[in-house]
């Protein structure tokens, strides 16, 4: 059975940082497309950053050049890097894995073109101005 467990997250003031960490047990494919997730009070979830087993690596508009997404193989954990923080950036953030890495990317979350198998229960992130 796939369990997901996310954790990392917390409260902060504006411009700080956080890592987010997601920790897969029972996944033994060694193709997938992972991905991180958020979703913002009366908002639908968005997609913030996707990786695959090629290593390919995709973001939001609103992250890129402040987020970060890496997995580390032998953990098996997949972490998401989250500098320079705004309000804007709260939510409640989830992560996701799917069997087929391709096709992996926020672009393809939005559009629907793709969903993830598995998910984690959520962690929330509250950034204060």
């Known amino acids: 059975q796939v369990r997901l467990v996310e954790s990392g997250g917390g409260s902060l003031q504006t411009g700080g940082s956080l890592r987010l960490s997601c920790a897969a047990s029972?996944?033994?494919?060694?193709?997938?497309?992972m991905g991180w997730f958020r979703q913002a009070p009366g908002k639908e979830r968005e997609g913030v950053a996707t990786?695959?087993?090629?290593?390919?690596?995709t973001y939001a508009d609103s992250v890129k050049g402040r987020f970060t997404i890496s997995k580390a193989t032998v953990e098996n954990t997949l972490y998401l890097q989250m500098d320079s923080l705004k309000p804007e950036d709260s939510g409640i953030y989830y992560c996701?894995?799917?069997?087929?890495?391709?096709?992996?990317?926020?672009?393809?979350?939005?559009?629907?073109?793709?969903?993830?198998?598995?998910w984690g229960q959520g962690i929330q992130v509250t950034v204060s101005s």
């Open positions: 996701a894995v799917d069997t087929s890495p391709y096709d992996c990317s926020v672009e393809a979350a939005l559009q629907g073109r793709r969903g993830y198998s598995f």
């Open positions: 029972g996944y033994t494919y060694s193709r997938y497309c």
């Open positions: 990786i695959n087993s090629l290593a390919l690596t």
